[in-house]
């Protein structure tokens, strides 16, 4: 199935692959493996459809409390759903296939323990 533009909702806090928090490279590659499998399978749940081969990524950050944009931005969680949604609704991550659009935060009391991130993956034309 092909589409122009996916919204993908992946549970979970990014604040936990803060890179302020400087984990032990193995606890790291288990948050990644986590966030990685969880981009997957929110991309599975939308029927695996296929993008395109240039698309635009627009992360949306929902939690209680607002995060530093520099530490929301280097969040190896964001990095793990890259790579969790690369060759599967688009072709890869380099320059000529990827481009990023604006970090988004939704600050609200509502997410207090519901945290997550929504994915919207849109075809570049051109």
Same mark, same amino acid.
């Given at each position: 199935?092909?589409?122009? !533009?996916?919204?993908?909702?992946?549970?979970?806090?990014?604040?936990?692959?803060?890179?302020? !928090?400087?984990?032990?490279?193995?606890?790291?590659?288990?948050?990644?493996?986590?966030?990685?499998?969880?981009?997957?399978?929110?991309?599975?749940?939308?029927?695996?459809?296929?993008?395109?081969?240039?698309?635009?990524?627009?992360?949306?950050?929902?939690?209680?409390?607002?995060?530093?944009?520099?530490?929301?931005?280097?969040?190896?969680?964001?990095?793990?759903?890259?790579?969790?949604?690369?060759? !599967?609704?688009?072709?890869?991550?380099?320059?000529?296939?990827?481009?990023?659009?604006e970090l988004i935060q939704e600050v609200d009391k509502k997410f207090?323990?519901?945290?997550?991130?929504?994915?919207?993956?849109?075809?570049?034309?051109?």
């Amino acid at each position: 199935m092909r589409v122009k !533009r996916l919204v993908l909702i992946v549970p979970g806090d990014v604040n936990t692959g803060s890179p302020n !928090r400087r984990y032990h490279w193995r606890t790291a590659a288990t948050l990644k493996k986590r966030w990685t499998a969880a981009a997957t399978m929110a991309w599975r749940a939308a029927g695996s459809p296929w993008v395109g081969e240039r698309v635009r990524l627009t992360f949306t950050v929902r939690r209680a409390r607002a995060l530093d944009p520099g530490n929301a931005l280097r969040s190896l969680c964001l990095v793990a759903i890259e790579n969790g949604l690369k060759k !599967r609704a688009f072709v890869d991550d380099d320059l000529l296939h990827l481009c990023y659009g604006e970090l988004i935060q939704e600050v609200d009391k509502k997410f207090k323990g519901f945290e997550e991130v929504q994915v919207l993956i849109e075809r570049v034309e051109g």
